[in-house]
């Protein structure tokens, strides 16, 4: 069964905190991409990354970075948390042929920054 | 700039009833397009996509969606609601540039109703 997976479910931080969240992938996808979604606002695109070391803003990149050191692993950073990113945060990717591509997700990251 | 549209924010109706999202997006070329689902909590499940051909889409969960190039519309329907389909609804539509981009809109909410 294919799988992308996150390494924190729910995490709480304090202001100016910096803050790595992780995401794994199985199925050998070029194209992985970081999500914000809040009530209202859908989801809205932090960065996406086509290859290992390769990234693109999205968005709403201000405030975030992302690491891309190896093809199965897409890294979100925030280098000093502020309560405004307190979000739910969704990690996704795909095949590079949109032909035979869709999004696959993992079941998000809360985030709560107090 | 393309754009994804779903003017529903929140729908109710009962168990057995027929449903029908609302889904418009707003691009030059003939756009791929996807329905996903995310039940609280969890992360988003693909319902059902349409790259080309047939209109009528069918997916997962007993899910249809109908593509309109006229009306830029891709409305997903169920003919009968069950208790199980409450969730967030997202429509999306998707670019064949490189990094494969999704545009999400901003989610119905389904509340279904013994």
């Known amino acids: 069964d294919v799988k992308v997976t996150q390494s924190s479910r729910y995490l709480v931080k304090r202001t100016g905190e910096k803050v790595f969240l992780e995401c794994v992938q199985d199925?050998?996808?070029?194209?992985m991409f970081w999500y914000r979604q809040d009530p209202g606002l859908g989801l809205r695109l932090i960065y996406f990354?086509?290859?290992?070391?390769?990234?693109e803003k999205g968005d709403i990149p201000e405030g975030y970075s992302v690491s891309r050191e190896k093809k199965e692993r897409f890294s979100l950073i925030l280098e000093s948390a502020s309560t405004n990113q307190t979000s739910m945060y969704l990690c996704?990717?795909?095949?590079?042929?949109?032909?035979?591509?869709?999004?696959?997700f993992g079941e998000g990251s809360r985030l709560t920054v107090l | 700039a393309q754009s994804v549209t779903q003017p529903d924010i929140h729908i109710t109706v009962s168990e057995g009833a027929s449903l029908e999202l609302r889904c418009n997006y707003s691009?030059?070329?003939?756009?791929?397009l996807f329905w996903y689902v995310q039940s609280p909590g969890q992360g988003l499940q693909l319902l059902l996509k349409?790259?080309?051909?047939?209109?009528l889409v069918q997916g997962i969960k007993g899910f249809e969606a109908e593509f309109k190039r006229s009306q830029s519309s891709f409305n997903l329907r169920k003919p009968s609601v069950h208790w199980s389909d409450a969730a967030e609804y997202f429509c999306?539509?998707?670019?064949?540039?490189?990094?494969?981009?999704?545009?999400f809109g901003t989610g119905t909410s389904l509340t279904v109703i013994p």
């Open positions: 996704a990717s795909s095949s590079i042929g949109l032909g035979t591509g869709e999004l696959f």
């Open positions: 199925m050998d996808h070029e194209n």
């Open positions: 990354s086509y290859d290992v070391k390769m990234k």
């Open positions: 691009y030059g070329a003939t756009p791929y």
């Open positions: 349409y790259f080309s051909g047939d209109t």
């Open positions: 999306a539509v998707a670019t064949l540039n490189t990094g494969n981009q999704f545009y």
